[in-house]
């Protein structure tokens, strides 16, 4: 079961601001002239201890955060409620997708939807806020359940091409009663592709249903070729099944064409 506390941090959004330059234009400038060592290393880790502690100091003071913690925390309300009232569901459908028992706990430190981040930092704790969540019901629960994944799973391409699966796309289409999901990271693209077959095994998914998403998620390819694998993998669990992935010559296994549709402007 994945359980998530939520809460609010001043500190950590104000860090986060910095490190990513969330920040009118003119106030990011004079921070980064009066305070540029400190500034620089906010970039490159927004945790750091190596900062002078009043560059957050100065920003909060500022009337611009003051409304975004007002922000956040109407942010809170709003992504807690949503949250208890789905997350029954939402389990259900975990527990269906993982096969296994499990138990998740994290916290969701939220900020305000105009910032749009959202990053696992570690001892089971995430930031997130986006704007999206403010007119699409399901986005602020899908993402919610993507950091929370990060948690769980240790940290490798394969693991976070698997945390969209289950997230970005299946639970957003069980969420949307929908033939697709979320747009996934591009970087992640091909990992997906080589992944896909071995997944649509593991979910169980007929023949049917594999050619009705083909036309939606534009991964074509013969699933005779891969029937030889569906004893193996289909009563796996989550981390049995990773580990076979982890542990498959991709590359050797598959070739990956890619294709083009042009159309005219």
């Given at each position: ?9 001043e ?22 002239y ?5 500034y ?11 900062i ?10 500022q ?7 007002d ?5 809170l309300?709003?992504?807690?409620k ?40 570690g ?9 999206k ?6 986005y ?8 929370s ?19 970005d ?71 049995d ?10 590359d050797?296994?598959i ?11």
């Open positions: 079961m994945l359980n998530i506390k939520f809460t609010t941090d500190d950590i959004m104000a860090r986060m601001m910095i490190s990513n330059n969330n920040m009118p234009v003119d106030f990011a400038n004079y921070l980064w009066k305070y540029k060592p400190s620089m290393h906010l970039q490159r880790d927004f945790r750091s201890n190596e002078d502690e009043n560059i957050i100091l100065e920003l909060k003071k009337e611009f955060f003051k409304n975004y913690c922000e956040a925390k109407k942010n309300l709003r992504i807690e949503i949250w208890k009232k789905n997350n029954d569901k939402i389990n259900l459908f975990l527990n269906s997708v993982f096969k296994k028992e499990f138990v998740l706990n994290t916290t969701a430190i939220i900020v305000t939807p105009a910032l749009c981040y959202g990053m696992n930092i001892n089971n704790e995430f930031v997130w806020g986006h704007k969540g403010l007119t699409d019901k399901n602020d629960l899908v993402y919610l359940v993507h950091e994944l990060h948690s769980y799973f240790k940290n490798s391409e394969i693991t976070h091409a698997i945390i969209e699966n289950i997230s796309i299946e639970l957003a289409k069980f969420l949307n009663n929908a033939k697709s999901g979320y747009t996934c990271h591009g970087n992640l693209k091909k990992m997906h592709v080589k992944i896909q077959p071995f997944w649509n095994i593991y979910l169980n998914k007929t023949k049917e249903e594999i050619e009705k998403e083909k036309e939606f998620d534009s991964i074509y390819y013969d699933q005779n070729h891969f029937s030889k694998y569906q004893t193996q993998i289909k009563n796996m669990n989550i981390d099944f990773i580990e076979f992935i982890d542990k498959t010559s991709l050797d296994l070739e990956v064409k890619s294709a083009y549709m042009i159309c005219s402007k």
